[in-house]
């Protein structure tokens, strides 16, 4: 992995401070430096984003886990591993430490960090129009009601076949990565990375009975607009959004390749018990 990207998230001057440092050192050793930020550092030769994909051998992302998401989208369709340094909030997938980022990136060059496959979307609308709309998540895809505090109904299928007719807020469908997510807020279960399966979770419900259901990698699903509704919005990760229309159709099954991710040593549980506070008691 001679050829190293690097997305820097924007606004943040510890990640150019990080970059600087990191764009020399792998220069020295024989490494080239490629980044996405304007104005670039010294030592890494400046490139768009859409034509990063394919100067790089490893993506390193210096941000939070929205700015790994924003590298994901450009680069999981080649299978270009990603290693994240957190300089966010929580940190869920950007798990490197700052000051742990060089030696971090040398273990990950090297080969001597393990790489965790992470299961994506293949998400397909089909507009009543013909058009064809084909986008990728990490995380989730979301059909929601944007504009006003009002149940939307939608029906879903897995497989062809009808699971049930939502009345909600809208409807959430987590990968294992996203289900400490969106879908954990809206109710969901923790699924661990490598469980091959998907969450259909409904954000506020109409009824109780209708609960988030687990289905495996290999199905298909589809959603509908079951009734008339406004402003019904789809959205992927967070990171990219259109409206989803009376007569369109949406269709969920696992992308490949997966999202290859660089892991430290600590396990899964160690990570939810520190970053969610998993299994500790209030007062």
């Excluded at 980044?35 to 670039?40: A, C, L, R, Y």
């Excluded at 273990?107 to 299961?119: D, F, N, P, Q, S």
């Excluded at 076949?161 to 879908?183: E, K, Q």
């Amino acid at each position: 992995m001679r050829r190293v990207g690097m997305l820097l998230k924007r606004s943040k001057p510890e990640a150019v401070e990080i970059a600087g440092q990191l764009a020399p050192w792998l220069a020295e050793r024989g490494h080239q430096a490629f980044i996405v930020h304007e104005g670039g550092v010294p030592g890494a030769t400046q490139v768009a984003e859409q034509a990063l994909a394919e100067q790089i051998d490893l993506l390193l992302v210096l941000g939070g886990d929205g700015t790994l998401l924003h590298g994901a989208l450009l680069v999981a369709d080649r299978g270009i591993p990603i290693l994240g340094v957190n300089l966010g909030h929580l940190g869920f997938l950007t798990s490197c430490a700052p000051a742990d980022a060089q030696v971090a990136l040398e273990r990950a060059i090297t080969g001597e960090m393990r790489i965790e496959e992470r299961l994506r979307l293949r998400c397909v609308l089909r507009r009543s129009t013909g058009e064809e709309i084909v986008k990728f998540a990490c995380n989730d895809a979301v059909v929601s009601q944007g504009a006003l505090a009002r149940l939307i109904e939608l029906e879903a299928f897995l497989d062809g076949n009808l699971v049930t007719r939502y009345r909600a807020d809208g409807l959430i469908v987590g990968t294992p990565t996203g289900s400490t997510a969106y879908t954990l807020a809206a109710g969901g279960p923790i699924v661990t990375p490598d469980v091959r399966a998907f969450v259909v979770t409904p954000i506020c419900p109409h009824t109780l009975t209708n609960r988030p259901l687990v289905a495996p990698a290999s199905a298909r699903l589809t959603i509908k607009l079951a009734a008339p509704a406004d402003h019904v919005m789809f959205t992927i990760d967070g990171q990219w959004g259109t409206n989803l229309g009376q007569h369109d159709t949406l269709e969920i099954s696992q992308a490949s390749p997966p999202l290859y991710l660089f892991r430290p040593t600590e396990s899964y549980f160690d990570v939810l018990r520190h970053k969610l506070r998993w299994g500790e008691r209030e007062g």
